[in-house]
């Protein structure tokens, strides 16, 4: 195992990736490679279809890659990954409730960790002011109600690694607001890696530590940007304008609103 390996959560080999269609082989991931430090908070930032959902699948163990390689914490290729993935379409079985599909983990585990998972569970109820929907099913949640729930779910999963699909996307600003700082705090005090899909470049920059960047499909990665600063100077921070500045010419654009048309 060489250096760069032995710090890093993830390592993302030359991923390739095609969908057979009825003209051909329609690739939507090229050479993909990246590498995801431990205890890092890397976001995957591209436009529509540039294959964040596909990258994130293969990197979930839920569908092949054509070619290339992931490799998780110094363990065997094809090894399984400890990861928790919430997916863009937040999967939540509509005949349990809130209650039922957050601990959908727990029932596989022993009486004492079902007890501490149960605890953990109605403190994040609290937080995400979902404390008075526990008993309620999907149906008669709203978007950003069940994204919440499916982002719940996510983190008592226990694993060392979250794959997050744009958690954020149904939500409205000031929820968002509130969700990623939470996001950071879990991220901070509980250790984790995340690798969190967006195409929010505010998103990104406010809570990254690295952005890699795909380019339109099929998606390739064009650039790769530290961000040292802490969190709470971000939002005044000139630097931060500095990179989005960065990031627009990497993909192509001055203009800021070439995700918006997407
Ligand atoms: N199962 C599939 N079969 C065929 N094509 C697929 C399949 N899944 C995804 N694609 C195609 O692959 C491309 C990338 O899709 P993907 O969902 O990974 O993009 P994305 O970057 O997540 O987009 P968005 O930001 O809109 O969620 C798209 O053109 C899509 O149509
Ligand atoms: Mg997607």
Sequence with gaps: M???EADSALVVDSL???YATRSGAYPVLQRVSFTVPRGAFVSLLGPSGSGKSTLL????????ADSGVVRVLGR???????????QQKDLLLEWRTVWGNILLGAEI???AQRDAM?????????EYRLEDFADVYP???????????????????EQEILLLDEPFGALDALTRRILQRHLLHVWESMGKTVVLVTHDVEEALLLSTRIVLLSNSPGRVVDSLEINLPHRVRAQSTELLRLKTQIYRSLGHDEENIFQSA
Excluded: D, F, W
């Design 57 to 64: 699948n293969i990197l979930a163990g839920l569908e092949p």
């Design 139 to 157: 149906a008669q949640l709203s978007g950003g109600m069940r994204q919440r729930a499916a982002l719940i779910r996510t983190l008592l999963c």
């Design 109 to 111: 585990k022993s009486r």
């Design 76 to 86: 065997p290729p094809h090894a399984p990954l400890p990861v928790a993935y919430m």
């Design 118 to 126: 149960a605890e953990q569970a109605r403190e994040l109820l609290r």
């Design 2 to 4: 060489n250096g760069i």
């Design 16 to 18: 390739c990736k095609s």
